[in-house]
């Protein structure tokens, strides 16, 4: 349990850099730059998915963690909060360099989930471009009032605030789930994908849901330990997306769009694992 508890801290508090410079970059583009930042980000249709999936291959959940808080902000669009969720591997890989795995074979996972998540992000916005018609609008300063976030304070003091708020939700939901992984264990874990072709991505991905850094780790150690195949683990590392979705729940109060991108999550990630596998077979 004392592993568990400093496990948990160190995730959450490798968040906090990130959430306070995106906050406060929220703040200066609401009071400064908000028009000339939306007609930026909206003129970038395809460019979008593109940069949100070359920047979400990185090994930070933090970068998840900012998109959400732009999409809820309205400052990106749907196809790039997927892009960035879906090529979002947290920990994968500094364990799959740890362990020496070729660079070739590395290479061509991320490049795999690159090009998965460019595909989706921008089918998404095409599609999107006909549905948004019935959907709400929110800018950054629909979002602030709802939050409270004390502008009249000033941006430092407002991205703090925020800040602050974040991270204890992300603290205490990380470490509820830290504990469930810790008495579930990853042997039993395991028990339910090895051997099992098409229920492995089934599960993986949903395993890969859970809004935590554990998860790719998990799912990265089992396939390097020979326990899952390869389609398994990308199932779950596609459809994982750190903390990411808790940060989305938290901060987007259009819960039908978040249950929305939490399937479409899941979907992707379980048919493109199990394509893998009826590859590769």
Known sequence: M?????DTLLDTGKLIPFLFVTYLLMEYMEHKAQNKMMALIRKNGVAGPVMGAVIGVFPQCGFSASAANFYAGRLINLGTLLAVFLSTSDEMLPILLSEQVPLSVVGGILLFKILVAVTVGVGINLLWRFWKKDTEEVDIHGMCEKEHCHCEEGIVRSALHHTIHITLFVLLFSFVLNVLIFWIGEE???????????VGPLITALVGLLPNCAASILITQLYLNGLMGLGAMLAGLLSGCGIGLAVLF???HHWKENVTILGILYAVGTVVGILVELFLM
Do not use: Y
Not at 2 to 6: D, K, P, S, T
Not at 188 to 198: C, E, R, S
């Open 250 to 252: 938290k901060v987007n």
């Open 188 to 198: 039993t874990l395991a028990g339910f994908i090895l051997n099992k072709p098409v």
């Open 2 to 6: 004392q592993e568990v508890i400093l």
